[in-house]
T-cell receptor, first 116, second 116 residues
Framework: AQSVAQPEDQVNVAEGNPLTVKCTYSVSGNPYLFWYVQYPNRGLQFLLKYITGDNLVKGSYGFEAEFNKSQTSFHLKKPSALVSDSALYFCAVSPDRGSTLGRLYFGRGTQLTVWP | EAQVTQNPRYLITVTGKKLTVTCSQNMNHEYMSWYRQDPGLGLRQIYYSMNVEVTDKGDVPEGYKVSRKEKRNFPLILESPSPNQTSLYFC???????????????FGEGSRLTVL
């Protein structure tokens, strides 16, 4: 069965410290991988995606993610956290369908809190 | 302004009373999808549509119907709502072609539905 796991419900970091939000997946083939962020009472916003190529992907707001095929992981990272990064983060996976989106599986979300 | 518009934003209804949540996008996107968000479960895909007159089931289609008669609209229909359909619903759209576009999903602001 296809699935996405975000093993941590909560991540707490101090402002200025690096942050990592973890994601692992179980999807057949070569999946497409995404990270989204949700602020309170809002819809989700796209951060970045991995389709193919470099394992390190750079996205919005200084975030980046590292794809590791052998560990089936796609962890979200940022070198220096900001209080404004506090939000709910979702990892998402789409099984390979050529170059188009189809089914999309989301993790349960990780609440990131950055304290001053 | 590019946007995905959902209506209603909030609704309280009773078991068995048919309702429709509308979704409209003004970006000429081919791909549209519905999700429900529940605490601890993340986002689960209900239905998605790759183009006009093409719809497919997601993870949790039971109790829901959709139609895609026009490119811009993708209504979600609950023929006989039940309390377990109480949830926060999101509509999203995307250009679909991941080699040309980012694959970014554009989300609506959400519709909070309570079924008594």
């Amino acid at each position: 069965a296809q699935s996405v796991a975000q093993p941590e419900d909560q991540v707490n970091v101090a402002e200025g410290n690096p942050l990592t939000v973890k994601c692992t997946y179980s999807v057949s083939g070569n999946p497409y991988l995404f990270w989204y962020v949700q602020y309170p009472n809002r819809g989700l916003q796209f951060l970045l995606k991995y389709i193919t190529g470099d394992n390190l992907v750079k996205g919005s707001y200084g975030f980046e993610a590292e794809f590791n095929k052998s560990q089936t992981s796609f962890h979200l990272k940022k070198p220096s956290a900001l209080v404004s990064d506090s939000a709910l983060y979702f990892c998402a996976v789409s099984p390979d369908r050529g170059s188009t989106l189809g089914r999309l599986y989301f993790g349960r979300g990780t609440q990131l809190t950055v304290w001053p | 302004e590019a946007q995905v518009t959902q209506n209603p934003r909030y609704l309280i209804t009773v078991t068995g009373k048919k309702l429709t949540v509308t979704c409209s996008q003004n970006m000429n996107h081919e791909y549209m999808s519905w999700y429900r968000q529940d605490p601890g479960l993340g986002l689960r895909q209900i239905y998605y549509s790759m183009n006009v007159e093409v719809t497919d089931k997601g993870d949790v289609p039971e109790g829901y119907k959709v139609s895609r008669k026009e490119k811009r609209n993708f209504p979600l229909i609950l023929e006989s709502p039940s309390p377990n359909q109480t949830s926060l619903y999101f509509c999203a759209s995307s250009p679909r072609d991941l080699e040309v576009d980012t694959g970014e999903l554009f989300f609506g602001e959400g519709s909070r539905l309570t079924v008594l």
